[in-house]
């Protein structure tokens, strides 16, 4: 196993779904929340969910609960930077933290695994997921020592696009295949749900 910290990020304010918190959306029979800890629980050391309002909704699932601490709704950079502080405050011998969206039901269940061994063979800060030819800057592996680097980005530059902050440290693209689905396939309009029950069932049948 990696030795690195797992954050789903559901920091967002799920405009397009109506407000609804989307971690919380049923996907073959379970929320989106439930399917991404079945998946990530074997990949990481521990786990935390980047949420802002109310944490009772997630008390189910009891996971600890790391809010934006940079106010405005700043965006996926805002919820990494609270994880990376969650992890440098909690558990300081993990030296990496894996960020994956709540939006995104099935990533790949070598995902901690294969970024992990992209960043060791380009000597790179900071490893990142692509499919097809999409990249995921917010599926990434970061290095908990980047904190305050992240902080003055956020804080003082008002730095917004994660994509901004990882292009200025060494990084690498790890690519994964969008067949038979998108393994990084997220939940972003209701249209979406139609298409998650798809894949979830030819999971099921797989899996039969």
């Given at each position: ?197 798809r894949i979830a069932a030819g999971l099921e049948t797989a899996r039969s």
């Open positions: 196993m990696t030795r690195c910290f797992g954050l789903i990020l559901a920091g967002g304010q799920a405009r397009r779904m109506g407000g609804v918190a989307k971690p919380l959306i049923s996907v073959g029979g379970a929320p989106i929340l439930e399917h991404l800890l079945r998946r990530l629980a074997p990949q990481c050391a521990r786990l935390a969910l980047n949420a802002n309002g109310d944490p009772a909704r997630y008390a189910a699932f009891h996971l600890p609960i790391v809010p934006d601490e940079v106010e405005g709704f700043a965006g996926p950079l805002a919820g990494v930077l609270a994880g990376l502080d969650h992890v440098a405050a909690h558990l300081p011998d993990i030296p990496l933290m894996l960020s994956v969206p709540a939006d995104t039901p099935f990533v790949p269940l070598d995902l901690a695994q294969r970024l992990a061994s992209g960043r060791a063979e380009a000597k790179a800060e900071i490893a990142v997921a692509t499919s097809g030819d999409r990249v995921h800057h917010a599926v990434a592996l970061w290095p908990v020592a980047l904190r305050e680097e992240l902080r003055h980005a956020l804080v003082k530059e008002d730095l917004r696009k994660v994509s901004g902050f990882i292009e200025r440290y060494a990084n690498t693209q790890v690519e994964w295949s969008d067949t038979p689905y998108d393994p990084f396939f997220n939940v972003n309009r209701p249209e979406d749900i139609e298409q998650a029950e």
